[in-house]
């Protein structure tokens, strides 16, 4: 289902900015769960994650979507997982916001997935920066997440953990480049565990 948006006249030159259609995606469960831990990965790669995540959304046009980080927040409360979650779906357009703020974010973040998920680089050094990943990742699910899920309760297992977050830190760096969002979306919106 394609879902037509149309701009408003430009006041200065007085034409109309072409039609954008964008294809509407209304996340279940699942790819709600998905969207909001790969916001927490970013902001667990990048300290400065969310006003790194604010400045992207101007760059990108949406800040009247996400005028501030409470707007933000309340998006991603629509995740069952955390501790203060909102009911009801979240918007196809709000959808389709934060998988492209995701996108610019991998992108930006892209040299330290890389990184991350390169053979190349000394075990010692691969390991430290897993461990460091890791350990701000389950500080940030301790702090939102309610850790009486189940679903939160296996992100903290060690051995469990470890995959859950190489399969993160994979989606998010083929999130990036070219057709990043399409694959992301197409992710997202996969009803397999």
Known sequence: ????????????????????????AV????GLERLDLLLLVVESLDLNGGEAMLWSLQQLGLQGQFPN???LWKRRCHNPLRRATRRGQLSSVDTEALIRLLCAMSERL???LHQLLSTREPDQLNQQRWTLLDQRLRDLIDERMNPRRGAVQRLLMPD?????QRELVLSLALAAGPGGVD???ASLLDPTP
Do not use: C, F
């Open 110 to 112: 892209y040299p330290l």
């Open 160 to 164: 469990h953990s470890k995959v859950i």
């Open 69 to 71: 980080r409470v707007e």
């Open 1 to 24: 289902m394609i879902e037509q948006i149309t701009t408003a006249e430009q006041p200065a030159s007085g034409e109309q900015q072409p039609t954008v259609a964008l294809p509407s």
């Open 183 to 185: 694959r992301l979306r």
């Open 27 to 30: 996340l279940g469960r699942r």
